[in-house]
């Protein structure tokens, strides 16, 4: 929170000054509405591409210092939730303020196991997807068409109906999930397992083969909790930022849901795991690591998995992720990658360009490597990101609809396109 005041502004093209009152730390860009040359100028703008100094709510769900390297959930520590809350208390903490005490927890996992089976349709709704679609592209599409099964979750102001939505999409993420790469390898879909935790839950339906029941590994499991919590939520990311936008409109939460997870699918933003995996593969040995990062540093390429909108120190996330990958390895064997990845890390981190760019390894830089080890094809790795994010995601939605400020959201744009013109007579 910054400190309140006021802002005195002059405009010197009319000399007149104006005093903006300061709100913590900022100050209501419609307040510059009123610094006008004449009666009939529209007032001043901010020009803000991309957002980099706009604050579009007041939240209460997550907190990021990027100097320092600080990300707390309702102002928790993410190095706590990580090492000692399970993803579902996370979950619960992020939609309702506080963790839950015992009892809660419990009826909340309850109620969460409840719902994770998916209409039969949506399985033959899979079926009509390519044999190689990409799963992402499954997830988005099953996301948004579960909105189809759920009519009445267009009544977004009915809080008993949109409660059932929140735990049905936190419910049904990792079958939908799961289901997107059986698809994929031609296998039966796997059934919700009642008995297994969330993230043991996911491990059944993504492996389980001929055995009667299947039996996560509890370090692998405990490891793709803790990754879920770590990817919980992250502000106003873009795919936040699009579940905002899109959900201003007062579409269902499936709609919105399914326009975040668009977002998340891009290589700048979640689909940034599957591309460090993918630069790891190309570069291929150590050898080849001080010729790669040259490329990087004539902007030929970017290291993917390094750098960070937010944190311009190091991202907390990454530190603890190195941490978890110590105790996956001890099961699945050392990930050969990994020694590409912490070459890359020290080079890079040495180097004047990262140095000067504030360019360090963020959540995405060693998730992949891990996920990888536990034997998840890349291209689901955008969509482990999407089941962690899920809950973050429906906080932030929900916030948003409670808020008296909030409307639907629709920029301003610079006009830079042609003045008044007139056809011809030539178009034929
Ligand atoms: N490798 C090399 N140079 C980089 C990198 C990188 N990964 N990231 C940024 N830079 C350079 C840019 O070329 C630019 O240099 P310049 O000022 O000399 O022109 C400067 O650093 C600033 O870069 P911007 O793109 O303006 O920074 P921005 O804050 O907009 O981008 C982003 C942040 C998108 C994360 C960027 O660092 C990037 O593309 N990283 C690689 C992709 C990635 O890992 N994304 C995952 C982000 S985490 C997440 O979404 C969960």
Redesign the pocket.
């Known amino acids: 929170m910054g400190t309140n005041g006021v802002l005195q502004v002059t405009d010197s093209r009319t000399g007149c000054s104006y005093e903006l009152p300061i709100t913590d730390g900022a100050i209501r860009a419609i307040d510059l509405r009123q610094v006008k040359v004449s009666e009939d100028d529209f007032g001043l703008l901010c020009y803000d591409p ?1 957002f980099l100094n706009t604050a579009s709510c007041r939240s209460a769900i997550t907190f990021i210092d990027g100097d320092k390297g600080i990300l707390r959930y309702r102002g928790y520590p993410i190095e706590e939730l990580a090492g000692h809350a399970s993803f579902l208390d996370v979950a619960y903490l992020l939609l309702h303020g506080e963790l839950p005490g015992k009892e809660e927890s419990e009826a909340w996992t309850r109620e969460i196991t409840h719902h994770t089976f998916v209409h039969e349709n949506v399985k033959k709704f899979i079926d009509g997807f390519h044999h190689d679609a990409h799963p992402m592209g499954i997830l988005v599409s099953t996301v948004a068409a579960l909105s189809t099964f759920y009519p009445e979750a267009k009544a977004v102001a009915d809080q008993a109906i949109q409660r059932d939505q929140m735990v049905r999409l936190i419910a049904k993420m990792p079958t939908l999930a799961a289901f997107a790469y059986r698809h994929a390898m031609g296998l039966p879909y796997a059934y919700p397992d009642d008995e297994l935790s969330y993230a043991g839950n996911f491990l059944n339906m993504m492996w389980k083969m001929t055995e009667p029941r299947y039996s996560p590994d509890p370090v692998l499991e405990h490891a793709l909790d803790a990754l879920f919590i770590l990817h919980a939520d ?1 502000e106003q ?2 795919s936040t930022s699009a579940m905002r936008v899109v959900g201003s409109s007062q579409v269902d939460p499936y709609s919105a849901a399914a326009a975040a997870a668009a977002a998340l699918y891009g ?4 689909g ?1 795991n599957e ?2 995996l993918r630069m790891l593969q190309e570069i291929g040995s150590v050898d080849n690591i001080p010729a790669y990062i040259a490329r ?1 540093k004539r ?1 030929e390429l ?8 937010v944190y311009k120190n190091f991202d907390p996330r990454a530190t603890i992720i190195k941490e978890i990958a110590d105790s996956v390895f001890a099961v699945t064997g050392r990930n050969p990658l990994l020694d590409i990845a912490l070459e890359l890390e020290r080079i890079a981190l040495a180097d004047e360009y990262f140095i000067s ?1 504030k ?1 360090y390894p ?3 830089f060693y998730s992949g490597i891990i996920y990888q080890a536990m034997g998840f094809p890349v291209s689901m790795f955008p969509v482990l990101f999407a089941i962690g994010r899920m809950p973050g995601w429906l906080a932030q939605w929900h916030e948003s609809a409670a808020d008296p400020e909030q409307k639907i959201a629709r920029p301003r744009q610079i006009y830079v396109g042609e003045g008044l013109r007139h056809l011809n007579g030539t178009i034929s």
């Open positions: 991309a992250h990311n873009c290589p700048l933003h979640g940034a591309q460090v990087a902007g970017r290291l993917m998995g390094f750098g960070h909108r760019h360019l963020n959540v995405d």
